[in-house]
């Protein structure tokens, strides 16, 4: 009995070794064929080494030296390595590794990110022609640095999850302890009347879309549930709630729900930054004050249309496509 368990062993080692060499081997043409198909799209993509390691539960590839431009010549991306996990038992989950410090050039100016941790996973469908199922992105000590103007962040979670269908999505971002530069503070908040430190982000949407999130698929979004968008910044807290849909010429458009508490500063920072007339500010913080109830929070109508962001018939700022 002892004899043929051994000789069970010694095939089954010998059969998986074989499968992990294969699938190494197929993980480095995968990998070389997606960067072979993105140059043919305009990407320009340079590197030292790209190697499988792992043997024998994981495919860990590495790529040393990366330099990643866009078809335009207007970004380049460098890093000393990225890396690139998956189960060998369970290729359609695969995980990221960035590097401590890595770098975006544009025109005239560098990016440079630092971070103590920052990861993705992304699981994709077991099928054979997969699509986004749900990511992660999570991060710890990120700094985003250009010049005098810099943002750090304690922590973060970025999520998406399929929600009923491969064209809707849940997406959640949540951000801790974000630190400003002097110089981005002062841009923010030029009345100076906030705090340095915004305490957190906290944001819950549902992204309907016009198709999957997947290879060769080039997915638009048709429509925005805004279940909670919350910053608290010292004592001001905003929070956003509401649906917005996307026309054909990229505009989101709907009627959304403005929480509001202490609110006076982000007013004084809008005129301060030419956002608003002195006047608009006065006739926009009494209308919101008539709104507030017994706890001092104001519940306030936002409206989203012709390509503008308005409060309370005030148009604040101009909408981006989506």
């Given at each position: 009995?002892?004899?043929?368990?051994?000789?069970?062993?010694?095939?089954?080692?010998?059969?998986?070794?074989?499968?992990?060499?294969?699938?190494?081997?197929?993980?480095?043409?995968?990998?070389?064929?997606?960067?072979?198909?993105?140059?043919?799209?305009?990407?320009?993509?340079?590197?030292?080494?790209?190697?499988?390691?792992?043997?024998p539960?994981?495919?860990?590839?590495?790529?040393?030296?990366?330099?990643?431009?866009?078809?335009?010549?207007?970004?380049?991306?460098?890093?000393?390595?990225?890396?690139?996990?998956?189960?060998?038992?369970?290729?359609?989950?695969?995980?990221?590794?960035?590097?401590p410090?890595?770098?975006?050039?544009?025109?005239?100016?560098?990016?440079?990110?630092?971070?103590?941790?920052?990861?993705?996973?992304?699981?994709?469908?077991?099928?054979?022609?997969?699509?986004?199922?749900?990511?992660?992105?999570?991060?710890?000590a990120?700094?985003?640095?250009?010049?005098?103007l810099?943002?750090e962040?304690?922590?973060?979670?970025?999520?998406?999850?399929?929600?009923?269908?491969?064209?809707?999505?849940?997406?959640?971002?949540?951000?801790?302890?974000?630190?400003?530069?002097p110089?981005?503070?002062?841009?923010?908040?030029?009345?100076?009347?906030?705090?340095?430190?915004?305490?957190?982000?906290e944001?819950?949407?549902?992204?309907?879309?016009?198709?999957?999130?997947?290879?060769?698929?080039?997915?638009?979004?048709?429509?925005?549930?805004?279940?909670?968008?919350?910053v608290?910044?010292?004592?001001?807290?905003?929070?956003?709630?509401?649906?917005?849909?996307?026309?054909?010429?990229?505009?989101?458009?709907g009627a959304?729900?403005?929480?509001l508490?202490?609110?006076?500063?982000?007013?004084?920072?809008?005129?301060?930054?030419?956002?608003?007339?002195?006047?608009?500010?006065?006739?926009?913080n009494?209308?919101?004050?008539?709104?507030?109830?017994s706890?001092?929070?104001?519940?306030?109508?936002?409206?989203?249309?012709?390509?503008?962001?308005?409060?309370?018939?005030?148009?604040?700022?101009?909408?981006?496509?989506?």
């Amino acid at each position: 009995m002892a004899k043929w368990m051994t000789i069970v062993t010694v095939v089954v080692a010998a059969l998986w070794s074989g499968w992990w060499f294969i699938g190494s081997r197929a993980a480095q043409q995968g990998a070389i064929a997606g960067i072979d198909a993105a140059r043919a799209q305009g990407w320009t993509i340079a590197y030292d080494d790209l190697s499988v390691a792992g043997f024998p539960n994981r495919f860990d590839t590495t790529v040393s030296e990366p330099r990643v431009t866009t078809p335009d010549g207007t970004v380049e991306w460098s890093a000393p390595f990225v890396q690139v996990f998956s189960l060998a038992y369970r290729l359609n989950h695969v995980i990221a590794v960035a590097p401590p410090r890595m770098s975006f050039e544009v025109p005239g100016e560098a990016i440079d990110v630092t971070n103590a941790d920052l990861r993705a996973s992304v699981v994709l469908s077991a099928s054979a022609q997969p699509v986004l199922d749900r990511s992660t992105v999570t991060m710890e000590a990120l700094r985003v640095a250009l010049a005098d103007l810099w943002v750090e962040v304690a922590t973060g979670r970025f999520a998406t999850r399929q929600a009923g269908g491969e064209t809707a999505h849940d997406v959640a971002l949540s951000l801790s302890r974000l630190t400003l530069s002097p110089s981005v503070r002062a841009a923010l908040d030029p009345a100076e009347r906030l705090p340095e430190l915004i305490d957190g982000v906290e944001i819950e949407v549902e992204v309907g879309l016009t198709d999957a999130v997947g290879p060769g698929r080039t997915p638009q979004v048709q429509s925005v549930l805004i279940r909670r968008a919350e910053v608290t910044w010292g004592e001001t807290r905003a929070n956003l709630a509401g649906e917005v849909s996307v026309g054909s010429d990229g505009f989101p458009a709907g009627a959304l729900m403005l929480g509001l508490r202490n609110w006076e500063p982000l007013i004084l920072n809008a005129v301060a930054q030419g956002l608003l007339t002195p006047g608009e500010a006065a006739v926009l913080n009494g209308g919101i004050g008539g709104l507030a109830r017994s706890d001092g929070e104001a519940q306030v109508p936002v409206t989203l249309a012709d390509g503008q962001l308005s409060v309370l018939g005030l148009p604040i700022a101009v909408l981006p496509r989506l």
